[in-house]
């Protein structure tokens, strides 16, 4: 018989929330904002859960695969570098074999945005719904 994972207080909420998504963050980033995660009113850290966050994974197959075409820099929401490397077909290959090796970490840098971003501005609440 398998019992549910019930979590009740705000730090062990933000604790799984981090590890189960160890691989989106750099470690540093997050422990910046640990503090002001703890902060948040307990709604605001169910709604946590619930972050469209950038697999770095993901963004290293589009890289390989469609790289050239700028659909990684498009799904980190990068849109200016993803124009960009979209109308110079990737500066004829050179942007795209760069990019093979950092577009994890530019993964992880929006997912730091983002979780600042949310950490920041408070959510509307048509904007919850």
Known sequence: ??????MHDKKSKIDFFLASRQK???????????NSLLALEEERIDKLMQLQLVSPRTALLLSLFL??????????????????????IA?????????????RDAARRTNYKILRNFIINPVKEEDAD
């Not at 018989?1 to 019930?6: D, G, H, K, Q, S």
């Not at 500066?91 to 577009?103: K, M, R, S």
């Open 1 to 6: 018989m398998e019992f549910p994972l019930v």
């Open 24 to 34: 989106c963050f750099d470690v540093k980033d997050v422990m910046a904002l640990y």
């Open 67 to 88: 790289g050239v075409l700028g659909a990684d820099r498009f799904y980190c929401r990068d849109y200016k570098l993803g124009v960009a490397k979209l109308f110079t």
């Open 91 to 103: 500066a004829c290959g050179f942007w795209w074999l760069g990019d093979l090796f950092v577009i």
